[in-house]
C-alpha cells in the first residue's frame, strides 16, 4: 500500500469513527408532547387576520402528526374556540373541534383561554372537551417530569369567567389557586414544566398580563424546579428570560389564511436532561438545556 492511499484510508477510517461517536453521543428522547395554542375555531368569517373556519384543516394536521409521531399526550393552551352568541352554538364550535383533534388518538390536556369560556362556563367546557382534566388548574406526572396547568381566567372580583362576565384583559388568579400552586410545587421533586394561556413574563399595564404575574413569578423561582413555562394569548413567537426562567409564547394557530400557516409543536425531553421544542409551519424552534 502506498502512503497516499494508506492516507486515504486511515483518514475515512477517523472520519467514520468520528460519525460513529457522534451518533452515539445523540441524546434519546423520553418524552414527547404535542402542542398548541389559540385555535379560536369557530364557522364564521375570517375577521382581519384571524381564519376562524381554517382551523378545522389545520387541527386535522396538527391532529394527524401527532397521530404518526405518537407523543404521551397532547397540551391545548387556550382559546381552543371563538366566542359564540349563545351556548348552543359555542358548544357546537367545541365538539367539531375536539372530533378533529381526536384524530390523534391520544389524551389532550386543556388550559383553560377566555374565549374557552366567554359563553360557556367552565363546567360545560370541560364536558364537552373530552380532555383528561376536569378542572381549570392541576398537575401531573409523566416520566419522571411534573407538569402544573394554571388557570388565570377569573374577573377581579374573583369569579370565574363564564356567561361574557369579563373582559379579557382582566385575567387574575385566585388566592386560594396561589396558594395551592405553592404547596404543589413545594411537594415535587421532579424538573417542572408550566402551562398557561395568559402571560407571565409580562406584568401591568401590559393586557396580555396576569395581574398576579409579580407574585407568581416569585413563587416559581423560589421553587428551583421549573425548567420553562409555556404560553399563548398573545398570538405571537415570544422567548423571555425572567430571572432564570424562559417563558415561551406559543403562535397561534388561527392566524393566516391556509394550512400554510398553521402552527404547532412537539416538546421533546431528552435524557441529557435539555428540552426542545419542535416548531413546525409557522411555530420556532426552540432549546431549554438544563442549567446548574
Not at 418524552?31 to 386535522?60: E, F, I, M, N, P
Not at 367546557?125 to 396547568?149: C, M, Q, T
Not at 425548567?227 to 403562535?251: D, M
Request: charged share 25%; glycine share 6%.
Amino acid at each position: 500500500m502506498n502512503r497516499r492511499h494508506f492516507t486515504l484510508m486511515s483518514s475515512l477510517t477517523l472520519a467514520s469513527g468520528s460519525a460513529l461517536k457522534g451518533a452515539e453521543a445523540e441524546p434519546t428522547e423520553v418524552l414527547s408532547l404535542g402542542l398548541l395554542t389559540d385555535v379560536h375555531y369557530a364557522d364564521k368569517k375570517t375577521w382581519g387576520s384571524r381564519a376562524y373556519r381554517d382551523s378545522l384543516l389545520k387541527g386535522k394536521e396538527a391532529a394527524e402528526f401527532f397521530n404518526e409521531k405518537k407523543p404521551a399526550a397532547m397540551v391545548c393552551l387556550g382559546d381552543l374556540i371563538d366566542a359564540a352568541p349563545s351556548v348552543e352554538t359555542e358548544i357546537s364550535y367545541l365538539t367539531a373541534i375536539c372530533k378533529v383533534l381526536d384524530v390523534a388518538g391520544i389524551p389532550r390536556h386543556h388550559v383553560l383561554g377566555n374565549h374557552c369560556v366567554a359563553t360557556l362556563n367552565k363546567e360545560e367546557f370541560f364536558k364537552n372537551a373530552g380532555s383528561a382534566n376536569k378542572e381549570g388548574h392541576y398537575s401531573f406526572d409523566l416520566k419522571g417530569n411534573h407538569f402544573v396547568v394554571l388557570d388565570a381566567c377569573y374577573n377581579s372580583r374573583m369569579e370565574p369567567y363564564g356567561r361574557n362576565n369579563f373582559v379579557w384583559h382582566d385575567s387574575n388568579m385566585t388566592p386560594e389557586e396561589i396558594a395551592w400552586l405553592k404547596k404543589d410545587l413545594a411537594e415535587t421533586k421532579l424538573p417542572t414544566v408550566v402551562f398557561t394561556h395568559q402571560r407571565l413574563d409580562v406584568d401591568r399595564p401590559n393586557k396580555y398580563a396576569i395581574k398576579q404575574s409579580v407574585e407568581v413569578r416569585k413563587i416559581l423561582e423560589d421553587s428551583g424546579r421549573v425548567r420553562v413555562v409555556f404560553q399563548g394569548h398573545s398570538h405571537k413567537n415570544e422567548l423571555e428570560e425572567v430571572n432564570g426562567i424562559p417563558y415561551c409564547t406559543l403562535a397561534a394557530m388561527v392566524e393566516g389564511e391556509g394550512i400554510e400557516s398553521n402552527s404547532y409543536s412537539l416538546l421533546r425531553f431528552l435524557d441529557d436532561g435539555s428540552i426542545k421544542l419542535e416548531g413546525y409551519r409557522r411555530q420556532k424552534n426552540q432549546s431549554f438545556s438544563r442549567k446548574g
